[in-house]
């Protein structure tokens, strides 16, 4: 890995704890305006001290994100779908290489549906954003996303598309817990990063599941949902932050939680 490429990776998986607390707010690019995201700067302002990086697109960095911050970007350049449309699997690069230079993204992610109609294209998107990542030394996340005809997320499945997103040569991979996610991570020789999924019923679960996956493994965490719909976004992303930097327990985490709360 070439020196460039070593140091955009280490704004993002920070060196002193091998861990990420990545904030996603890249929703809207098929959700359009979810509920907490509207107001996308509103949202982002207050929890950029406390993310490691952020997951997003131009459009929202552009017009929702201070240029003078120094918190890394994952820049996702892939989409083309919609949330009403036909079939969400049926992305393409949305984003080119020269695009997320000018931006100083420190990575691009891309979503690769396997076991979908679009398999073979997504996956072929995936080869061609590494070659061009390569020339420009930016990292590829790739996102083993869940097209609408695939409601499984077991070990198998999460295995297979890690180890093939690895094998086309990401750097770093996303994608959803699991039952035997240890077996996830021991198939994949890039980082792991979880995905925080739906809206959980409470904090402690959201923390459990941060707990769980740094327990198995996992890199890290791209959390949105369960960040910044809490009634307690700041509070929140500290308690996320104790578990995966500081090995907190979810329920320690959770009293980090509460004590943030009444200070708020």
């Known amino acids: 890995m070439d020196w460039g490429m070593k140091n955009r990776l280490s704004q993002i998986i920070k060196p002193e704890t091998g861990h990420t607390v990545m904030l996603a707010v890249d929703h809207g690019y098929f959700l359009g305006p979810t509920s907490k995201l509207e107001d996308a700067q509103k949202t982002i302002e207050p929890l950029l001290p ?18 003078e911050s ?4 994952v820049l996702r350049v892939s989409g083309g779908t919609s949330i009403i449309g036909k079939d969400l699997s049926n992305e393409e690069i949305t984003t080119s290489m020269e695009e ?9 992610a891309l979503s690769i549906f396997v076991g979908t109609d679009y398999e073979r294209q997504t996956l072929v998107n995936l080869s061609s ?32 598309s890690c180890r093939i997103a690895a094998e086309l040569g990401a750097s770093f991979v996303k994608t959803y817990y699991c039952d035997e996610f240890e077996k996830v991570v021991e198939g994949c020789p890039v980082p792991v990063v979880i995905a925080g999924g739906p809206k959980l019923e409470t904090e402690l679960d959201a923390l459990k599941l941060a707990n769980d996956a740094i327990q198995k493994g996992a890199t890290g ?6 960040i910044w719909q809490s009634k307690f976004p700041v509070p929140m992303i500290k308690s996320v932050r104790a578990v995966v930097h500081e090995k907190a327990s979810p329920e320690e985490a959770l009293e980090i939680f509460k004590k943030s709360k009444s200070e708020t």
């Open 50 to 67: 406390y993310a490691d990086a952020l997951m997003l697109t131009r459009g929202i960095l552009r017009s929702s994100v201070d240029p």
């Open 70 to 73: 120094a918190v890394p970007v």
């Open 100 to 108: 997320a230079v000018r931006l100083n993204a420190a990575a691009v």
């Open 129 to 160: 954003l590494v070659d061009r990542g390569m020339e420009y030394g930016i990292p590829v996340l790739a996102v083993t996303a869940v097209g609408k005809e695939l409601g499984k997320r077991d070990v198998r499945f999460l295995s297979l």
């Open 221 to 226: 965490v791209d959390m949105g949902r369960n």
